[in-house]
C-alpha cells in the first residue's frame, strides 16, 4: 500500500460479513462455486481515478493452494502455515479455518480464500519488497476475518513472517 491518506468503506459490518462468509461456504459446498464476499475498499483521499484495494473473501478447494501459473513477476509465499502469492494487481492467501459447529466438517474441506487488488498501484514498479509488504498487508486483514469466524484452529494468529518460497524469485 501507499502511505498516503485513504478512505475504507466496509462491504459488510461484522455480523452481516459472518453470516455472507457462512452462506457462501454453504453454497460453495452444494453448488461448487459461490461468489466471494467483498469486504472492505480503500481508495486514495481526493483521487477517485487513482484506482482502489478491494478485499474480498471467499472458499477454495484444498489443492488451489498450490495450482495455477503464475504471471512474471508473481512471487509464492509461505506464512504460518498459510500460503499466498503476490503479483502486479492481485494478492492472494488461502488458509485452513475450522468453523464451530455444523460448519466444522464442511470447513474442513476447503480453504478460506483471500482476494486483494491493489489497482492503486498500477503503472508502478513493484519490487519483492513492496510484495513483501502486500502479502504482510493481506495475512492482517485475513487474520481479522479469521478471528470474526471465528476459525477453532486460529490460523493466523501469530504475526506475519512473510517467505518467498524456493524458485519464487521472478
Known amino acids: 500500500m501507499r502511505t498516503d491518506s485513504f478512505t475504507t468503506r466496509n462491504g459488510y459490518q461484522s455480523p452481516l460479513f459472518v453470516e455472507k462468509a457462512q452462506d457462501r461456504l454453504r453454497e460453495y459446498l452444494k453448488e461448487g462455486k459461490a461468489p466471494a464476499v467483498r469486504q472492505c475498499f480503500f481508495f486514495p483521499d481526493g483521487r477517485s481515478d487513482d484506482g482502489q484495494t478491494t478485499v474480498e473473501y471467499g472458499w477454495a478447494p484444498l489443492s488451489d493452494a498450490q495450482k495455477g501459473t503464475d504471471a512474471a513477476g508473481t512471487r509464492r509465499?509461505?506464512?504460518?502455515?498459510?500460503?499466498?502469492?503476490?503479483?502486479?494487481?492481485?494478492?492472494?492467501?488461502?488458509?485452513?479455518?475450522?468453523?464451530p459447529g455444523e460448519l466444522?466438517?464442511?470447513?474442513?474441506?476447503?480453504?478460506?480464500?483471500?482476494?486483494?487488488?491493489?489497482?492503486?498501484?498500477?503503472?508502478?514498479?513493484?519490487?519483492?519488497g513492496t510484495q513483501d509488504q502486500q502479502m504482510s498487508f493481506v495475512y492482517l486483514m485475513t487474520r481479522r476475518a479469521t478471528e470474526l469466524l471465528g476459525c477453532e484452529n486460529k490460523p493466523l494468529e501469530k504475526d506475519p513472517v512473510v517467505k518467498p518460497l524456493n524458485g519464487s524469485t521472478s
Not at 77 to 99: F, I, K, M, P, Q
Not at 111 to 123: C, E, I, Q, Y
Open 77 to 99: 509465499y509461505s506464512l504460518n502455515g498459510a500460503t499466498g502469492r503476490s503479483g502486479d494487481v492481485t494478492t492472494d492467501l488461502y488458509v485452513r479455518c475450522e468453523l
Open 104 to 128: 466444522k466438517e464442511p470447513s474442513e474441506k476447503v480453504l478460506l480464500h483471500a482476494d486483494v487488488s491493489f489497482t492503486t498501484n498500477l503503472g508502478t514498479v513493484k519490487d519483492h
